[in-house]
T-cell receptor, first 113, second 112 residues
Framework: EAQVTQNPRYLITVTGKKLTVTCSQNMNHEYMSWYRQDPGLGLRQIYYSMNVEVTDKGDVPEGYKVSRKEKRNFPLILESPSPNQTSLYFC????????????FGPGTRLTVL | GNSVTQMEGPVTLSEEAFLTINCTYTATGYPSLFWYVQYPGEGLQLLLKATKADDKGSNKGFEATYRKETTSFHLEKGSVQVSDSAVYFCALSDQSGNQFYFGTGTSLTVIP
């Protein structure tokens, strides 16, 4: 089954404790992206990757890191999480760029205390 | 910069009513425009898209026309069903095709 998976689905952590949210797709897609969803703000793009080893900042990259060492994986790293990063995070992938259909993962709900 | 503005909700309609959700955009050049839908507890799914001016996207009875003169991409459906209850997001991809911008979302509830 073609899908985007994210782990964990739910995470409660404390300020400053490094964490990684994994994202994996099995569709051989070139383009991958991370978004955060906040009430009243919709989804905002954090980082995106056009292909392996190529990543770039979206609208709200501060406090986040990403890497793209393999085509299928695009982990999101929070080196020192803060409470303002409490949010619902979605990973997405598409064939070559976001003009193609983006397929979204199920989301990761992160709470930073 | 690029941005999307859509009508605030929530919107509540009776089954078989006509639906319009307004969406306008600000962008340089020639963006592509999208409607994505989020059903409760799920990730987003593409509903429809249009990649150039005057194009009409359509899917599942929903339609939207890319109007460059009014910078709009309003979503319409002639007769909504209870199963259409969801949050609808208007979005654009910038001219480079790399970055993506969503509106704030409009929650729709359809009552029997």
């Amino acid at each position: 089954e073609a899908q985007v998976t994210q782990n964990p689905r739910y995470l409660i952590t404390v300020t400053g404790k490094k964490l990684t949210v994994t994202c994996s797709q099995n569709m051989n897609h070139e383009y991958m992206s991370w978004y955060r969803q906040d009430p009243g703000l919709g989804l905002r793009q954090i980082y995106y990757s056009m292909n392996v080893e190529v990543t770039d900042k979206g609208d709200v990259p501060e406090g986040y890191k990403v890497s793209r060492k393999e085509k299928r994986n695009f982990p999101l790293i929070l080196e020192s999480p803060s409470p303002n990063q409490t949010s619902l995070y979605f990973c997405a992938s598409s064939l070559n760029h976001p003009i193609d259909t983006q397929y979204f993962g199920p989301g990761t709900r992160l709470t930073v205390l | 910069g690029n941005s999307v503005t859509q009508m605030e909700g929530p919107v509540t309609l009776s089954e078989e009513a006509f639906l319009t959700i307004n969406c306008t955009y600000t962008a340089t050049g020639y963006p592509s425009l999208f409607w994505y839908v989020q059903y409760p507890g799920e990730g987003l799914q593409l509903l429809l898209k249009a990649t150039k001016a005057d194009d009409k996207g359509s899917n599942k009875g929903f339609e939207a026309t890319y109007r460059k003169e009014t910078t709009s991409f309003h979503l319409e459906k002639g007769s909504v069903q209870v199963s259409d209850s969801a949050v609808y997001f208007c979005a654009l991809s910038d001219q480079s095709g790399n970055q993506f911008y969503f509106g704030t979302g409009t929650s729709l509830t359809v009552i029997p």
